[in-house]
């Protein structure tokens, strides 16, 4: 059994008004339109999370709304002061408390902390662009054993901007069929093996 964490840093932000302080800057466009993407991603690519962890920074949790909003996600949703300028050690002490029930978490946060996290995990040097995410498959039966020893294996990333959903959903249609293929061929070769055995079983039988 291995558990999922699904990174995400927050989508695009915007610095329009200079008088707001970092904690309140909101999503510009483009921003919005990233986070809605990657909504609709989590839905076609069968990836819901069990839970959302995310800053509470307004770019943070507008990306969490708006995730949560074009991915049809009924779960819960927490809020947590340490993600907002916090390293890797601030994500893992939060992922330390969740309960075992929960296979797949996505976290939503900051650079470079969160960037950080990721690099810990998985053992490489890899950027995380704003509104990207990492999908981490890691050797974990319990969450309470995470630490920066993990090992995460990356099995997706996604970046809007490189996304185009028409071909996410025509990769995914194509995985689809090319398992029930290796399903049939499994099952045939079942039959077959079933077949051969009956058959020797009958010469057997019929030389006594």
Do not use: C
Not at 178 to 186: A, F, R, Y
């Amino acid at each position: 059994m291995s558990k999922t964490l699904l990174l995400m840093r927050h989508a695009k932000s915007s610095w329009k008004d200079k008088e707001l302080k970092d904690f309140d800057r909101p999503l510009k466009k483009r921003g919005l339109e990233a986070a809605k993407l990657v909504g609709k991603t989590l839905v076609i690519t069968d990836s819901l999370p069990d839970a959302v962890l995310t800053s509470p920074a307004k770019r943070a949790s507008e990306t969490a709304d708006l995730v949560i909003e074009n991915s049809g996600y009924q779960g819960t949703t927490e809020y947590f002061d340490s993600f907002y300028m916090g390293e890797p050690e601030d994500y893992i002490n939060v992922l330390r408390e969740l309960p075992d029930e929960l296979d797949r978490v996505l976290v939503i946060g900051h650079n470079p902390g969160l960037e950080a996290l990721l690099q810990v995990l998985e053992g490489k040097v890899n950027a995380l662009p704003t509104g990207a995410v990492a999908f981490l498959e890691l050797e974990l039966k319990h969450w309470r054993d995470l630490n920066p020893s993990t090992v995460g294996e990356l099995v997706n990333f996604w970046d809007p901007d490189e996304m185009d959903l028409e071909e996410i959903e025509e990769k995914m249609a194509k995985d689809k069929k090319d398992k029930e293929k290796k399903v049939e061929k499994k099952e045939e070769k079942k039959d077959k093996k079933v077949k051969k055995e009956k058959k020797e079983k009958k010469e057997k039988k019929g030389k006594k």
